[in-house]
């Protein structure tokens, strides 16, 4: 089993390159750790311009996490391991954005903990191919947006709920596996382009239309 992630290395020496399986969304997010001052109390903080949000969760009593998600096209050569890139990248995604982004830039020009990736989807015609078969993320990412945690939990049940039924016949164990567990993973797919635009909308417009939806949701 490949549970190892968007970037499954597993995926790549079973199925092919990345490449051929992984679409950029057109978003890149970061998150960090920050002082708790960041987020007093119990709010979720967002800060949005076209194209760029700044969340802030408060996470422990002394503690709570920031992400900076920007719109971007693919980066030609672009390599999720390289850190100084990424916080170059946000660097100049996020200047001149008023005082708390700049003291935020200051924490991420520091950070050695700083989660930098695109947010991307995995699509994958089958999920197995003999005896290896993918969970999580490696066989169905949508990155930011797809409940990843929650979905590889469930998949996980499903899976062993399918070896169970089937002991003694591994394909078709791992066909009852995709073919119950895809029905979560569909929709979830499907909507990641609407969530996108929810979460960082790309025009003034958009946030404006975005923000009367919450407001009579609320």
Not at 21 to 27: D, M, N, Q
Not at 42 to 60: E, K, M, Q, Y
Not at 101 to 118: G, K, R, S
Not at 132 to 142: C, F, K, Q, R
Request: glycine share 10%; charged share 20%; net charge positive.
């Amino acid at each position: 089993m490949g549970a190892d992630g968007l970037h499954s290395v597993t995926r790549r020496l079973a199925f092919g390159a990345e490449s051929g399986f992984v679409e950029h969304l057109g978003l890149y997010v970061a998150t960090l750790p920050v002082a708790a001052t960041f987020a007093p109390g119990r709010d979720v903080l967002i800060f949005n311009t076209p194209g760029r949000a700044v969340t802030v969760h408060p996470s422990t009593e002394d503690g709570a996490i920031a992400a900076l998600i920007f719109r971007a096209p693919a980066r030609p050569g672009f390599d999720h391991r390289d850190s100084d890139l990424h916080k170059r990248m946000l660097a100049a995604a996020f200047s001149g954005l008023g005082r708390r982004t700049a003291e935020l830039l200051e924490q991420v020009a520091a950070a050695d903990d700083l989660y930098f990736d695109a947010v991307c989807r995995v699509r994958l015609d089958t999920w197995s191919r003999g005896r290896v078969a993918l969970l999580g993320d490696a066989a169905s990412s949508v990155s930011l947006f797809g409940d990843g945690s929650s979905l590889a939990i469930a998949g996980a049940a499903t899976l062993a709920g399918a070896l169970a039924a089937s002991p003694h016949d591994m394909p078709q164990a791992l066909r009852g596996y995709e073919s119950e567990h895809r029905l979560l993973v569909d929709p979830k797919q499907r909507n990641a382009a609407r969530a996108s635009g929810l979460i960082v909308p790309a025009t003034r417009i958009g946030l404006a239309a975005r923000n009367l939806g919450a407001r009579l949701l609320r």
